[in-house]
């Protein structure tokens, strides 16, 4: 089974690059963040073209997430992060499919900082935090993906002395990152490639991907059920490449089946 994450950046005006990625890589469970799209406009008919059921969580202009399935439909849990019923950001979405439990996230990127994004940023991964926790000793199979908007360590920046006052590698950020990772989930990437240079963005500014002068901030986190099942994982990098693309690369991983 193949699960990945994907930063669309324009769940609508990149479509096509979505949907050929989709008819290319096929995977069987993709999580989307930043549709930039109310739900009533969320390219719903095209997706199903595709081969593919979904649920989204939209918002005008901003934040959006939404799980895709092959050949099953997620049945929705929630599509809000608990902890704060006055934080209206589309940013969450959690759904059962195929026998797990999958969370779809994008957490606020926080810049500048320090300041009000920034208190947001470290409030929310605080509720991501606590949610997780639950999850995790609920003992069920669970994926926690998405933009996390935050590179855990220097390995995962190009240049990281350039990067230090940066929300996504403040020391609060990265240290947020390892107090959730330490309840016990596998970062996926760095369980195969624990210390090769990976990166899921580039900026479209100063030749960034040409350069390979990258960021690695869309993780998939896995419950031990799931990362004892894990065979493969990794970035498609070439899809940053094609002409409209995301800034983002989808990550993935394959997992066995469950027995």
Request: glycine share 6%; hydrophobic share 40%.
């Amino acid at each position: 089974m193949k699960i990945a994450t994907y930063n669309v950046n324009g769940v609508n005006g990149r479509l096509q690059v979505l949907l050929r990625w989709l008819n290319e890589a096929t995977p069987d469970i993709v999580c989307l963040q930043e549709l930039k799209a109310p739900p009533e406009k969320f390219p719903a008919s095209a997706i199903k073209d595709a081969g593919y059921k979904a649920i989204w969580h939209g918002q005008k202009s901003w934040n959006g997430v939404a799980i895709l399935a092959r050949n099953e439909e997620p049945k929705e849990i929630c599509r809000a992060l608990p902890g704060d019923p006055e934080d209206l950001h589309s940013r969450y979405i959690e759904a059962s499919v195929a026998n797990m439990v999958v969370g779809c996230l994008y957490l606020p990127n926080g810049n500048p900082a320090p300041g009000p994004k920034f208190d947001y940023k470290l409030a929310w991964f605080e509720r991501l935090t606590k949610h997780a926790a639950g999850l995790f000793k609920s003992g069920k199979p669970v994926v926690l993906t998405g933009d996390y908007n935050v590179m855990p360590t220097e390995l995962d920046v190009y240049k990281p002395e350039r990067w230090v006052d940066d929300a996504l590698f403040r020391p609060e950020s990265r240290a947020a990152f390892k107090k959730l990772v330490s309840q016990g989930w596998t970062d996926a990437i760095r369980k195969l490639y624990p210390d090769q240079k990976i990166y899921t963005f580039w900026d479209y500014f100063r030749n960034a991907y040409g350069r390979d002068a990258g960021l690695r901030i869309d993780h998939l986190l896995l419950s031990p059920h799931v990362a004892k099942r894990l065979v493969a994982a990794g970035v498609d990098r070439h899809v940053r490449g094609w002409e409209k693309s995301s800034d983002h690369a989808p990550v993935w991983i394959e997992v066995a089946n469950s027995k």
